[in-house]
């Protein structure tokens, strides 16, 4: 099955400080890559949709510039949150795609982000 | 608006079967997805139903009925590993995933 890895899986890290995330698709070249975040006990919440080479479309309310999003090539998507603060600490899950908009997405295993 | 509705939590005895129920009201429809995710985990993908009727896999089935808005999945021979949240997801018109909240399920021995 496809195999979609993410780095690192834990991070924590002081307020003010950037972090980045990344997440590749190791056995597939994905043509759209996710980016989800979780807080404990919600459901997952779509934070952008990248597709390689194009800039991320953003969902409402998520801000691009302190989620920078890299797609540089069909198998790693970067995430990276600028300034974080405590209230970004969260569970960070990719997802990536392979083909069109019907078929179904994998999932990386997630990095839990706590800002102190 | 759109909407997934699934039961917040769930019990069942191990070796039981159990039914997992999904209600949803989307702005069009392209397929509904289950996945299951452990407690800090990312989610697993378990099915994707876009006909009506029902899927099996081993010992999990999902099963669609669109003219209803609703789906469910069934998991037999309930073993503790089962243990997790179960996600019902629905791809609309524009092939977004819309994400219920998901159903924790709790097996007792």
């Known amino acids: 099955g496809a195999v979609v890895s993410q780095h690192p899986s834990w991070v924590i890290c002081k307020s003010g400080t950037s972090v980045k995330i990344e997440c590749r698709s190791l056995d597939f070249q994905a043509t759209t890559m996710f980016w989800y975040r979780q807080f404990p006990k919600q459901s997952l919440m779509l934070m952008a949709t990248?597709?390689?080479?194009?800039?991320?479309?953003?969902e409402q309310g998520v801000e691009k510039d302190k989620f920078l999003i890299n797609h540089a090539s069909l198998t790693l998507s970067t995430l990276t949150v600028t300034s974080a603060h405590p209230e970004d600490s969260s569970f960070y899950i990719c997802?990536?795609?392979?083909?069109?908009?019907?078929?179904?997405?994998?999932f990386g295993p997630g990095t839990r982000l706590l800002v102190l | 608006g759109q909407n997934i509705d699934q039961p917040t939590e769930m019990t069942a005895t191990e070796g039981a079967i159990v039914q997992i129920n999904c209600t949803y009201q989307t702005s069009g429809f392209n397929g509904l997805f289950w996945y299951q995710q452990h407690a800090g985990e990312a989610p697993t993908f378990l099915s994707y139903?876009?006909l009506d009727g029902l899927e099996e896999k081993g010992r999990f089935s999902s099963f669609l009925s669109r003219s209803k808005g609703y789906s469910y999945l069934l998991l037999k021979e309930l073993q503790m590993k089962d243990s997790a949240s179960y996600l019902c997801?629905?791809?609309?018109?524009?092939?977004?995933?819309?994400w219920g909240a998901g159903t924790k399920l709790i097996i007792k021995p």
């Open positions: 997801a629905v791809m609309d018109s524009n092939y977004q995933l819309i």
């Open positions: 997802s990536a795609r392979v083909g069109g908009a019907q078929e179904t997405q994998y």
């Open positions: 990248s597709n390689e080479g194009s800039k991320a479309t953003y």
């Open positions: 139903n876009v």
